[in-house]
């Protein structure tokens, strides 16, 4: 899952937030496409986020803008929020249109179908100016395309086991350390509406990363660097047949938001997500909090994935270039690298930012670190495969539902995705 909840007023949040997005964008052709313009003399960066009304988040970016508009009073960021359901298909139209937004702030799995469409500059130059390509993660890898940077990486993460231990040790089970033992456990604690797994059982985006982390978990994949396709290969077969067997022990028909409730009550023993979920945790009543904890995914590789990144758009004026570039700089400073992990408590892409009073606060954080570290991604490492990671997805999404709805067998729904996709290449 991506992290995705306040939402201040103004001109620009307007036009962005209705839903007449075909007049907005007949509005930015005719105006030559500008994001932000000027108030009152100072420069206007447009800069919508999904993360504007999500909790810890918004909380870091509203710290860090307020301390880049102290050191460029001059510039005025302009932060709001669009809903993530919506946040890639609003952002597609106006970028298609030419409106885009100064800041540009994605999703990290689609920034190279934005990349592959020449809407974001590269920024190898600006780079080789720093000290991000020696420091961070090596999932900043995922922002590169035809070997060029287009962004920096905002959070790259390893998945976790999230538990409840009361459950668990009801079933005389301890924690999960294989697939196996992990469906064991699920297995014994399911019944009379308590279920041992959760997981998206509905159509949705996250049934490729649930799925994908399955298979990489297991040391198979989906897809090969130089192109091809593996998805009916044995390995991804066979950590197809755990995901699957994992979700015949979840409720069916809930999203992720739903899977979230019902661990936080009780209702489902055991998940894998990011450690953003750890901020949810604190959600749960006193009956179940003690009872709800972390560990190591249990697979004998660790999956993981790329959440979100920043981004500068393609043609932007160069005054505002500067002054994005500057941000985005801030932003990936030591200082506030740290506020990050204390703020959001989830690992800052710069190595060494878990700071000892964040550990002391959160001691999971060492976990959430090391997992990083580790992680294999889930997402396709090939150009091509990244450009239209969209129809990868939903194909993907597709053979999740056949998984969790059908009795067919997991290698041929194997082999029907393996052929989707490789027609999805061709045409």
């Given amino acids: 899952m991506a992290p995705a909840p306040g939402r201040p007023a103004g001109p620009s949040r307007r036009r962005v937030l209705t839903l007449g997005l075909a007049a907005t964008a007949g509005a930015a052709l005719a105006g030559g496409g500008a994001g932000g313009g000027s108030a009152g003399g100072r420069t206007v960066l447009e800069f919508p986020s999904w993360q504007a009304a999500e909790g810890s988040f918004a909380l870091w970016w509203r710290e860090l803008i307020a301390a ?3 050191a460029r009073p001059d510039v005025e960021v302009d932060f709001y929020s669009i809903p993530y359901d919506s946040y890639v298909d609003q952002l597609t139209i106006r970028f298609a249109a030419g409106d885009r937004p100064e ?22 130059d600006r780079l080789r100016g720093t000290d991000i390509p020696r420091t961070w993660t090596p999932l900043q890898e995922e922002m590169e395309l035809n070997g060029e940077a287009h962004g920096v ?85 066979a950590g197809l047949d755990l995901y699957r067997r994992a979700l015949a022990q979840a409720p069916r028909g809930i999203q992720g938001q739903q899977r979230n409730e019902l661990f936080l009550t009780g209702k489902i023993a055991m998940l894998l997500d990011g450690p953003f979920l750890l901020n949810e945790l604190a959600g749960a009543s006193e009956a179940h909090r003690p009872h709800l904890k972390v560990a190591r995914a249990p697979f004998p590789h660790v999956p993981g994935g790329v959440s979100n990144s920043i981004h500068m758009p393609a043609g932007i004026d160069p005054h505002k270039a500067d002054a994005v ?18 703020l959001t408590l989830n690992p800052a892409p710069r190595a060494d930012s878990a700071t000892a009073r964040a550990l002391e606060e959160t001691p999971e954080l060492a976990l959430f670190q090391r997992l990083a570290d580790e992680a294999e991604s889930i997402f396709p490492g090939n150009q091509t495969h990244r450009e239209r990671f969209g129809r990868v997805s939903d194909l993907v999404s597709a053979a999740a539902t056949s998984l969790i709805t059908t009795d067919e067998p997991t290698a041929s729904i194997a082999a029907h995705l393996q052929d989707e996709l490789e027609a999805a290449m061709e045409s």
């Fill in 68 to 70: 880049f508009e102290e």
């Fill in 325 to 342: 570039w500057e941000l985005i700089a801030l932003a990936s400073s030591p200082e506030w690298q740290r506020r990050y992990t204390e």
């Fill in 153 to 237: 990486l905002l959070l790259g993460y390893g998945y976790t086991l999230y538990y409840n231990e009361r459950l668990l040790e009801s079933a005389g089970a301890g924690v999960p350390t294989t697939p196996e033992e992990l469906i064991a456990a699920a297995e014994a604690i399911t019944g009379d509406g308590i279920y041992g797994f959760g997981a998206t059982t509905t159509p949705n985006p996250d049934n490729y990363t649930e799925l994908a982390a399955f298979v990489v978990g297991n040391g198979g994949a989906l897809s090969t660097d130089d192109g091809g396709f593996t998805a009916d290969s044995d390995a991804a077969v």
């Fill in 103 to 124: 800041i540009t702030h994605l999703p990290a799995r689609n920034a190279a179908e934005f990349a592959g469409r020449g809407w974001l500059t590269p920024l190898a």
